[in-house]
């Protein structure tokens, strides 16, 4: 509320999806979840200004289709700048 950090809601299956999906290289995808919500038409309050409780930042709405007579929403993807991955064992190429 103090306007230092901005505050993305977004569903727990989907939040690995965004993060599994950029690692494969796709820049976004579609899904259900969230779908004829507030995540889909925008407006949700996302950062405030500075010291008082005006919203300055909003959602924006996220295009939506129908598939198979359900109403999906465009996700897109996060591309991480880095990994931290676990292993036993690393060949001289770095295959884990």
């Known amino acids: 509320m ?8 977004t569903p727990q299956g989907t939040l690995a999806e965004k993060i599994r999906s950029g690692g494969k290289g796709i820049p976004a995808f579609w899904t259900a979840t969230g779908a004829n ?3 889909q038409e925008g407006g949700f309050p996302i950062k405030f200004k500075k010291g008082t409780s005006d919203v ?10 129908v598939f198979n007579g359900r109403t999906h ?3 897109k ?4 700048d880095v990994a931290i991955i676990k292993a036993k064992r690393a060949d001289k190429f770095g295959n884990l």
Do not use: D, H, Q, V
């Open 2 to 9: 103090a306007g230092e950090l901005e505050l993305e809601i």
């Open 37 to 39: 919500t507030l995540m």
């Open 56 to 65: 300055e930042i909003y959602s924006e709405a996220k295009e939506a289709r």
């Open 73 to 75: 929403i465009l996700e």
């Open 77 to 80: 993807t996060i591309f991480g």
